[in-house]
């Protein structure tokens, strides 16, 4: 397997998912200890339901495409559906040799999402 | 660039095939490798001489003291300290900083004030934030400006009969500026502070003379400049080291205990408590023999010389940014660098597929990469055993870079 896959090439260099959504109905950003990356994950929410999200942050490729795959498999699923991912499904996407020191770059993500739920449930 | 050449097969590491490329070995800023002559002086010791240091009474013990304490000689002479009760032995750079900031951090009072850089490793940052909190001292910064410089007429203006202290890098950890020790510490000490240096970066690629530098404390890694990982130095001078309490107690730090009190032992004792680094120090005193044989100047030479070839390869690459003063004679064996468009983890874990090891991200300093507006930075840093060919392969490597992701 490639270091960097194709997949992580094109979600890098075309991200589908990235932006920012005006009057999110839940937002959160989260830092990677190894790097100080920072990722922000914004969405729309309707029945229980994700219907719009969008991540934005200055990070690796890794981070990056992990973030765009993320929110891809997450658009129009329940909200529960973000406890039920792993990392293991993000790196099945991923497709790429990652090495113990970058995993942090693929869960940070997962992790935002989760916290952005949790904004939306406290709000 | 003979001296890389030489030195290359001291170092058995340097011959290792690294993703299917012999390793080219740019992360010496991080932790240096280790020579045969260090390596085989640490096996020689635990073969031949180890068991515990001090209040030994059989043969082993007081060989392993004397190497111990010939280790301190070896490091006194080397710094240019004036006496070898001021040379404490830490793990390492962090520890050394930890152990002034705790032992001063006890007098400071409220609204006492703490100098330190804007460049500044988060070891000689964090240490004096923890004790700013617990005292209600205040911390200030010298501003960095330029291509990577401090703003010495800002200094002037932080120095206050407030100032305690002012901590400072030798030579940035990123930038690779040589700061001028001796031109802070005189207006520090004219204000009544104290003057903590950071050394990691310095000591094992400049020669470094404490007392000249007008240092009262100096603190240094035996790991980044070719010596064993755990063992590190602190000089402290003389008059100052007498006035603190220990840091930190246990055994070895006293000279006679009662069940609620204690007298501390003597300098340098006192500041060591539990089993020292032995080993360790051992290994640094043969790293130190073996930069003394090469010559401080000529090692300064052999890599200022790799960091203007460096500067010279990397800047005509379409995207590259440089970081830090590009003369190298201001600046220390370290090039910072981004490639445009390129995350500098990215841009790491691809150099490294290619057998090139270099250090990527905000390099523990944080303030510095907010000051710079940046998430982090790619580094090459240099050592004795770095060639021009290490310089030409990196440079091949930065500029496929782009195309690579």
């Given at each position: 397997m490639a270091l960097y896959s194709n997949v992580i090439r094109d979600r890098f260099r075309k991200p589908r998912f990235r932006g920012a959504i005006e009057r999110p109905d839940m937002s959160a950003e989260d830092v990677n200890p190894l790097c100080g990356d920072r990722v922000r994950i914004q969405g729309r929410l309707a029945d229980g339901r994700v219907t719009e999200a969008r991540w934005s942050g200055d990070c690796c490729a890794i981070s990056a495409a992990s973030a765009d795959l993320l929110l891809e498999m997450m658009e129009g699923q329940p909200a529960s559906r973000a406890g039920e991912l792993t990392t293991a499904n993000l790196l099945e996407r991923l497709d790429s040799d990652i090495r113990p020191s970058r995993m942090k770059c693929v869960a940070l993500p997962l992790t935002v999402l989760r916290a952005a739920l949790e904004s939306e449930a406290t709000r | 660039m003979n001296m890389g050449e030489k030195t290359r097969r001291d170092f058995p590491i340097l011959s290792r095939i690294v993703n299917g490329h012999p390793l080219v070995f740019l992360d010496s800023a991080a932790s240096s490798q280790k020579p045969t002559q260090v390596i085989e002086a640490v096996q020689h010791y635990y073969q031949t001489s180890h068991a515990n240091v001090h209040r030994a009474l059989h043969t082993l013990g007081e060989e392993a003291t004397e190497r111990y304490e010939a280790a301190r000689d070896a490091v006194r002479a080397f710094i240019g300290a004036p006496s070898r009760e001021e040379i404490v032995f830490t793990r390492g750079t962090t520890e050394g900083i930890n152990l002034v900031a705790q032992a001063i951090g006890r007098t400071l009072q409220p609204g006492d004030e703490i100098v330190v850089t804007e460049m500044e490793h988060h070891s000689n940052l964090i240490p004096w934030q923890m004790v700013c909190r617990d005292r209600g001292a205040i911390i200030r910064a010298i501003p960095v400006v330029g291509?990577?410089?401090?703003d010495l007429d800002a200094f002037a203006r932080l120095l206050s009969p407030r100032t305690r202290v002012v901590a400072v890098a030798h030579v940035s950890n990123v930038l690779g500026t040589i700061n001028p020790i001796a031109r802070i510490a005189e207006p520090a000490h004219g204000a009544g502070a104290l003057v903590v240096v950071d050394g990691a970066q310095a000591v094992p690629h400049l020669p470094v003379d404490v007392t000249a530098l007008g240092a009262d404390f100096y603190a240094f890694s035996g790991h980044k400049m070719l010596g064993p990982t755990g063992v590190g130095v602190l000089y402290g001078r003389r008059e100052i080291l007498a006035g603190l309490e220990p840091a930190w107690g246990g055994g070895e730090m006293i000279k006679e205990v009662w069940i609620d009190h204690a007298q501390w032992n003597d300098l340098p004792w006192r500041f060591e408590p539990g089993t020292p680094p032995i080993a360790g120090a051992v290994g640094l005193q043969a790293a130190i023999e073996y930069l003394g044989k090469l010559g401080m100047s000529q090692v300064t030479a052999h890599e200022q010389a790799l960091t203007a070839a460096t500067m010279d390869a990397l800047a005509p690459i379409p995207g590259v940014t440089l970081y830090g003063p590009r003369n190298p004679e201001m600046k220390g064996a370290v090039v910072a660098f981004n490639v445009e468009g390129l995350h500098p983890h990215d841009g790491a874990a691809l150099l490294d597929q290619r057998g090139i090891a270099v250090r990527a991200g905000h390099h523990c300093a944080q303030p510095l990469m907010k000051r710079l507006g940046i998430v982090g930075t790619l580094r090459a840093s240099f050592s004795v055993y770095n060639t021009a060919e290490d310089i030409r392969r990196l440079a091949e490597a930065v500029a496929a870079l782009r195309g690579e992701l």
């Open positions: - | 291509e990577g410089y401090l």
